[in-house]
């Protein structure tokens, strides 16, 4: 895909470094302390045009491509993470889904209230069921013209805020070949029956929720239903994750490259045995290990997203994007930890959150295991038809 | 009315500056260039005065190398409406730039001249002086707060301990300080819109400007390295090297 005018991304680009260090990087405390993004932070993220980077231009959006879109999220991905957090379900999941499986109506009803900064939620994981989705138990009943859903989501990113939730569910008792006994549902968070608990607490991501949404007879009517079509569900949620995996991605190589800066900066400031820490060979080493593996991840991320606008084969190198930067990000985070020595354990430096922020980039859109079991399944298979792996 | 608001690229304000080996200046090769900062509240300032419905247009002008194409394209997406680049690749000094200007205003006959008090890149403080004398016009420099009313304009100055306050009669022109507002980040929708605004380029030569230099470099060197300190035991010893060193 072409995607937008090179120039003008640049200079979007140079906007928002700039915007997201003189902005959002000094909002951090506040949007830690509220557990929250403040409005008027939220404002100016809507005017700077952050929920509307991948929704097609005629749509309200600025219709980038794939290397576009995960470039900037990398670039947003240094400032705090509900940062993205707030703009990534509207861009990545749902706009994917709409794009790829929307009906002509849906698309002109929710692209342009998506790429405006109305905010959305994408229900897939339950109670019962979070990497094996396929087994999910919330139920969507023909009635009438219309569904009746009824079930319960769980740990669902903005379901608090939420105005549109995409929502999956079983159109039939029985599983299906292909999983499609899934459909997939555009709901109107207001709807009756539908309620959204208390947000959890979590290890960290503050600014960012996430809560359970009980769908309790909710009736929805026929053009709910994504694309028109039963059964289309799960396939367009994988499409979805796929993408989202790019995105968590480029939030690991973007968040990785801040606490490396940090580490430095410590590394530099703090002496010990008469000396600045960063004058050690053993600290070198882990600065110098964090740089290479930081690297690493910012060319896969710009081959996969190549790959991607180019209409190749994407699955490996995306799964394996996300397994390694996520992994990666763990691991610079861990140094940035050890570099502050006893610092480095305390609320008061920025180390300690960066620890537990990071953590979920190995478990959400798919955890490390199933990025392992996807890699294998396709180098297994590639293998099996006598080509590479 | 129409505000003319001239913008510089200059080195950007993160970067920090290394002197050319050769001490003929400051080394611009692979480094980031953005609007003069003080430029970019001129840009807002005329922006505000449109908002409020105190403006019809806004012109942003530049002189500057083929790339200063980049930094209308800024002003543009801020919220300037057309902009005129004047080509060269010489390092123009604030006298031609001024004359330059002053062929500008002519032609297009702004209300306001809105520009930074100075570039960030040789802080010379003169292109907006210089450009009301040639003008003949009237000059609020080193804004702080402006106010329009009717067909004057009130500027309140940043001056050695305190504020001055002069009224102007329109046209002026009118140099910006820092404090006079906080500018804009250039939205994404206003970025892609700015590509579709006009962008007249011409050369210094369409104005029949003498652009010769005036002035000449001698050398550029790196301002000298601070020595560390020194620390003493006690008030007595202090005092005894402050008179040591013949400073009291
Ligand atoms: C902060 C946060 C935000 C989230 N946002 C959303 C959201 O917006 N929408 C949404 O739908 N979901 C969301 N989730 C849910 C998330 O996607 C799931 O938590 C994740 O997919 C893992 O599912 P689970 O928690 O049920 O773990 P489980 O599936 O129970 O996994 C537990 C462990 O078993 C491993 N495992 C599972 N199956 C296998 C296997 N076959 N082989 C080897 N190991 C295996 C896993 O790797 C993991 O280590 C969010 C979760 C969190 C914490
Ligand atoms: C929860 C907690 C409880 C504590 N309780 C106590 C207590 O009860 N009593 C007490 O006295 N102290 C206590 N401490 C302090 C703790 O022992 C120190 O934090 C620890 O020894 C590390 O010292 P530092 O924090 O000054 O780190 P630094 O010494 O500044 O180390 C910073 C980094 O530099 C590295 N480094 C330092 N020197 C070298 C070198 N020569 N070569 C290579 N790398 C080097 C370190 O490994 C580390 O990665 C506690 C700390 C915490 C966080």
Redo the contacts with the bound molecule.
């Keep these: 895909m072409s995607g937008m005018d090179a120039e003008v991304f640049d200079q979007f680009i140079e906007q928002l470094w700039r915007y997201v260090h003189e902005r959002l990087i000094p909002a951090e405390k506040d949007v830690i302390a509220a557990n929250a993004i403040p409005e008027d932070i939220l404002d100016e993220m809507r005017e700077m045009g952050l929920f509307g980077l991948t929704m097609p231009e005629e749509y309200g959006g600025a219709g980038m491509n794939t290397s576009q879109y995960v470039e900037t999220i990398r670039v947003l991905s240094y400032a705090l993470p509900a940062y993205r957090s707030i703009t990534s379900i509207n861009l990545g999941m749902v706009c994917t889904a709409l794009k790829k499986s929307g009906t002509e109506a849906q698309k002109a009803e929710w692209l342009p209230r998506l790429a405006a900064g109305e905010i959305a939620c994408f229900g897939l994981t339950e109670p019962g069921s979070g990497s094996d989705s396929a087994a999910m138990q919330t139920t969507a009943v023909k009635d009438g013209n219309g569904y009746r859903l009824n079930g319960s989501k769980r740990y669902i990113t903005n379901a608090p805020f939420a105005k549109l939730g995409l929502i999956m569910a079983r159109t039939s008792k029985e599983p299906l070949p292909k999983n499609a006994h899934v459909s997939a549902f555009l709901v109107d968070m207001e709807k009756a029956g539908v309620t959204v608990g208390k947000p959890d607490k979590k290890m960290g991501q503050e600014g960012s929720q996430i809560a359970d949404i009980y769908l309790d007879d909710v009736h929805v009517d026929g053009d709910a239903l994504l694309g028109g079509e039963e059964g289309q569900g799960f396939r367009t949620a994988m499409m979805s994750l796929d993408n989202g995996r790019l995105s968590v991605a480029a939030a690991s190589a973007g968040y990785a490259r801040r606490i490396l800066d940090t580490a430095m900066r410590y590394a530099q400031d703090?002496k010990?045995?008469g000396e600045p820490?960063n004058q050690?060979q053993?600290?070198q080493a882990m600065l110098a290990d964090s740089e290479a593996e930081i690297y690493a991840a910012e060319c896969m991320l710009k081959d996969a997203t190549a790959k991607v606008d180019a209409g190749e084969p994407s699955l490996l190198p995306a799964a394996s994007t996300k397994l390694f930067a996520s992994e990666m990000c763990n691991r610079v985070a861990n140094r940035c930890v050890?570099?502050?020595?006893?610092?480095g354990?305390?609320a008061e430096y920025e180390a300690e959150r960066f620890y537990r922020d990071s953590r979920i980039y190995t478990i959400y859109e798919g955890t490390s295991q199933i990025m392992q079991l996807v890699i294998a399944k396709a180098m297994l298979r590639n293998f099996a038809a006598g080509g590479q792996a | 009315m129409k505000i003319l608001v001239p913008v510089k690229r200059v080195i950007d304000y993160n970067v920090k500056p290394r002197v050319k080996a050769d001490g003929s200046g400051v080394d611009l090769a692979n480094v980031k260039m953005s609007m003069n900062p003080f430029d970019e509240i001129a840009v807002e300032e005329a922006i505000r005065i449109k908002e409020a419905g105190n403006a019809e247009e806004i012109v942003a002008v530049s002189v500057g190398p083929a790339k200063a194409q980049e930094t209308l394209r800024t002003a543009l997406a801020m919220g300037a409406d057309r902009a005129i680049l004047v080509e060269s690749d010489e390092d123009l000094e604030p006298l031609a730039v001024a004359k330059i200007l002053k062929a500008i205003v002519e032609e297009e006959q702004p209300g306001l001249v809105l520009l930074g008090k100075q570039s960030i890149s040789d802080d010379s403080n003169q292109t907006g002086q210089m450009l009301a004398a040639l003008l003949d016009r009237p000059q609020g420099t080193f804004a702080n707060t402006i106010t329009l009313e009717g067909d004057s304009i009130t500027v309140k100055r940043e001056i050695d301990g305190g504020l001055e306050t002069v009224k102007l009669t329109l046209p002026a022109i009118v140099t910006t300080d820092l404090r006079l507002n906080e500018p804009r980040y250039a939205s994404l929708p206003n970025i892609m819109k700015a590509k579709k605004k006009p962008l007249d380029t011409k050369s210094p030569a369409d104005f029949g400007v003498d652009t010769a230099p005036r002035l000449k470099t001698l050398k550029v060197s790196e301002p000298p390295v601070r020595q560390a300190g020194e620390k003493v035991e006690d008030v007595d010893a202090l005092v005894a090297k402050i008179k040591a060193l013949g400073i009291a």
């Excluded at chain 1, 050890?338 to 610092?343: D, R, S, T």
């Design positions: 703090r010990a045995f820490i050690f053993l600290i050890q570099i502050h020595g006893g610092a354990y305390l």
